[in-house]
Each structure stands twice: as structure tokens, then as C-alpha cells.
């Protein structure tokens, strides 16, 4: 078959190269998803709030925190990650271990948040540096 008999030859996708940065912000943020998943089930044991709110409130936080993972690569992903990292530790108000909780995740955001920024920069001057070189 060619283009004239109207099939089209299939297309492949080509994946996104991430950064170093995104990659290590998006794990961050899914690892802190799975940590509100178990905090939800220590405040529904503990009555902290009615049922509901709890439910509710914490299923709105971990799509908060995935699309936050998903979106890691922009601007807007990385602000909505620092939001977040104030929130888990504002949860001490409910589960006052979350004040230490949430503060150990705030250290590992911002660990992946310098560390994949210096990894990026790394990467950018070592392209730069080797792009004149031809390839054999």
C-alpha cells in the first residue's frame, strides 16, 4: 500500500527525554502520595475527622500531588510541589507527627529539587562542551 490507496505508513512515538529533575521531583511527589494514602487510614483509626473529610480530603490531596508529579517538568508542577510540602506538614494540626513527617518529605523535595537542578546544568555544559566533537 502507498499514501495514494489512503494508508498511512504507522506512526511511533517518540518519548520525551525528562530531566534529571523532573524525574527525581515527580518520585518525590508519588512517594508522598503513597505516604498520604497511610496517614488518611491512621486519621480515619483515629476519628480525627468525620469519615468523609477524611476520605475526601486526602483522595484530593494525592491527585493534587500526582498531577503536581506529572506536571514536574513545568514551572507550574514544581510551585504546586512546594505548596504541597506545606500542607503535609500543616496536617500536624491534625496528626501532630505529621509536623516531623512532613517535614522529612520537605527535606527530600528540596534534596531532589537542588540536586536535579545541578545535575541538569552538569548535563547541559557537558552537551555543550561535546557537540562540536564529531560522531564515529
Known amino acids: 500500500m502507498t499514501e495514494a490507496d489512503g494508508a498511512r505508513p504507522p506512526r511511533t512515538r517518540v518519548r520525551r527525554e525528562r530531566s534529571a529533575s523532573e524525574s527525581l521531583l515527580s518520585i518525590a511527589l508519588l ?11 491512621v486519621a480515619f483509626g483515629l476519628q480525627v475527622l468525620p469519615t468523609p473529610v477524611v476520605f475526601g480530603g486526602g483522595a484530593l490531596l494525592v491527585v493534587l500531588l500526582v498531577v503536581a508529579g506529572r506536571l514536574a517538568g513545568r514551572a507550574l508542577g514544581v ?3 512546594w505548596a504541597l510540602q506545606v500542607v503535609l506538614i500543616a496536617l500536624g494540626i491534625l496528626l501532630p507527627l505529621m509536623y516531623f513527617i512532613g517535614a522529612i518529605f520537605a527535606a527530600i523535595w528540596i534534596y531532589c529539587f537542588v540536586t536535579g537542578r545541578r545535575l541538569d546544568r552538569r548535563k547541559a555544559a557537558y552537551l555543550l562542551d561535546n557537540s562540536s566533537t564529531p560522531n564515529n
Do not use: D, I, P
Not at 512517594?31 to 497511610?38: R, S, T
Open 31 to 41: 512517594l508522598e502520595a503513597v505516604l498520604v494514602f497511610f496517614v488518611v487510614m
Open 79 to 81: 510551585w504546586l510541589g
